[in-house]
């Protein structure tokens, strides 16, 4: 998305008697001398400055800075796998072992990376457990969510620097499209689609790179079949959209 500089923010300032664009400019030359990112950083303090001049709520100032540290820590620890293809993969966190959809799963990370493609995924147990499993921690990045109870990493990806912890779902979900190369979708097991759907959802109005899209279930299996049909994605739209490879 190409950046839109705001020129409403620097008028906000200047109205208010506060010369505070120049200033801003002037220390982050100090901090990043010559870096062509400089309006935007200088966008990202000004939004912040004017949020603090009319310092509403708290709650909203916690969200913010939580949101923010959030996403500076996650492309901190993402550089190091910066160039490196990379797939994310959905499915349950309850899906058994003994499941056939589990041994898929860990076919297919495996046959991800031979070909040198790291595997993504929530980091949890089921599916994303098998994913892993397959892949081997070299190939493997987990997005976990901190949770009271419930949600912990998987072996593969535990107490390593290829776990990143989310506190919000919504960060967590960004870098789950952002880094991603390909979509792989694992049918469900005893969970609703919405996350699948929001992945699709996001393809569909452009708002995702348009990336391939793999639709993964056991030969034969037939209980999944309305799952994958009878959503209200514009299926079509996505294909014809997609340019060829």
């Not at 870096?35 to 909203?60: C, F, G, K």
């Not at 990045?141 to 390593?160: K, R, Y």
């Amino acid at each position: 998305m190409p950046y839109q500089p705001n020129d409403l923010l620097s008028r906000h300032f200047e109205e208010s008697g506060h010369d505070l664009t120049s200033k801003v400019e002037e220390q982050l030359n100090l901090v990043s001398p010559n870096s062509p990112n400089i309006p935007i950083y200088r966008d990202m303090i000004l939004t912040v400055l004017r949020m603090a001049q009319e310092d509403h709520n708290r709650w909203n100032a916690k969200i913010t800075l939580q949101a923010l540290r959030e996403l500076e820590h996650a492309f901190r620890v993402l550089e190091q796998f910066k160039g490196r293809r990379k797939v994310t993969v959905f499915g349950s966190a309850r899906t058994p072992v003994e499941h056939p959809l589990y041994g898929m799963a860990r076919e297919l990370g495996a046959a991800l990376a031979r070909s040198d493609l790291m595997v993504i995924t929530g980091a949890g147990g089921g599916i994303m457990a098998a994913a892993h499993e397959g892949a081997g921690l070299e190939h493997s990045l987990g997005f976990n969510i901190t949770l009271p109870f419930e949600q912990h990493a998987n072996p593969t990806v535990q107490g390593t620097s290829n776990l990143l912890s989310f506190h919000f779902f919504f960060t967590r979900k960004l870098f789950f499209v952002k880094e991603a190369d390909a979509l792989v979708l694992c049918r469900a097991v005893s969970v609703r689609w919405t996350k699948r759907w929001k992945m699709l959802t996001l393809i569909q109005t452009g708002k995702s790179p348009l990336v391939p899209v793999v639709l993964l279930d056991t030969p034969g299996a037939s209980s999944g079949k309305a799952h994958w049909t009878s959503s209200t994605i514009n299926w079509r739209k996505i294909a014809t959209s997609c340019p060829p490879t």
